[in-house]
């Protein structure tokens, strides 16, 4: 039998453009986590960054899980390679790191059990939907292990130092509804409706300005990663929007339309 791909793709058609949905394959794992879906990952992403049409990226869990974290099991050989796991852990920040600035929004779609590495790929996401049966959590201490893929400096900048440092030292989870409570999530949904949540999302992006949004997401990205300081972000945002609106078409296509009453037709120019 053809091994079960690791990752899966599929398209939705929206108003403009496309929403994809990547899917995590590996179900009777927890969708670990391993150097071939990373590698899978690294392609899918080439294709859907050079199709303009993919206006959102949906990514979610087959199975029970969003993704457990990494693949424990061929970590046991993995960490007694002094060459090949420092590659592995650079190859999943670099490859995470392409959905922070990919020029489309990222939403994780957490439809269950999400911890370590699958905490890390949720906090390289824009934002994230919850369905109300997810649990999430860090939970690399409980095997002996330490957070490498991002936890540590991500984590603190979403949820502050001291929320951050309990979840991690207790190896603790929170519920869907913790999780929004401290901005771990932006919103939380029945079990059932969480696919239709993530492309509600979609479609109200895909009413904007492709070139307006990849613009915000941006800067939100930059300000908020480098944690830069307010004058600093205000300036660069300040540059950002005057170049924009000078140069872009959709800035103008955006002032005759509400003149006009009457629908936008942006163009991503």
Not at 119 to 125: D, H, S, Y
Not at 163 to 187: K, M, N, P, W
Request: charged fraction near 25%; aromatic fraction near 6%; glycine fraction near 10%.
């Amino acid at each position: 039998m053809p091994a079960r791909p690791p990752l899966l793709v599929e398209r939705h058609r929206l108003s403009t453009g496309q929403a994809a949905v990547l899917t995590l394959n590996r179900p009777r794992s927890l969708n670990a986590i391993d150097w071939r879906m990373l590698g899978t990952m690294d392609e899918i992403l080439d294709d859907l960054v050079a199709d303009q049409s993919v206006r959102v990226l949906l990514v979610t869990g087959a199975g029970r899980a969003f993704s457990a974290g990494g693949d424990l099991k061929s970590y046991q050989a993995l960490q007694r390679d002094p060459v090949r796991f420092p590659r592995f852990v650079a190859d999943l920040h670099r490859i995470f790191g392409r959905l922070r600035t990919a020029r489309f929004p990222v939403t994780a779609l957490v439809n269950g059990v999400t911890a370590a590495g699958g905490l890390e790929l949720l906090l390289n996401c824009d934002l994230a939907i919850a369905a109300r049966s997810a649990r999430l959590g860090d939970a690399h201490l409980n095997f002996g292990q330490m957070g490498g893929g991002g936890v540590l400096t991500l984590l603190p900048r979403a949820l502050g130092r001291a929320r951050a440092a309990q979840l991690i030292f207790t190896g603790g989870f929170l519920s869907a509804d913790e999780a929004l409570a401290v901005g771990l999530v932006a919103e939380v949904v029945d079990d059932g409706d969480l696919t239709a949540a993530g492309l509600r999302f979609a479609e109200a992006v895909a009413r904007k300005s492709p070139l307006a949004v990849a613009n915000a997401k941006e800067v939100l990205e930059a300000v908020w990663s480098d944690r830069l300081p307010v004058d600093a972000g205000l300036r660069y945002e300040r540059e950002r929007n005057a170049y924009y609106c000078l140069t872009s078409e959709d800035a103008p296509e955006g002032l005759r339309a509400f003149a006009a009453k009457e629908p936008p037709r942006f163009t991503g120019r």
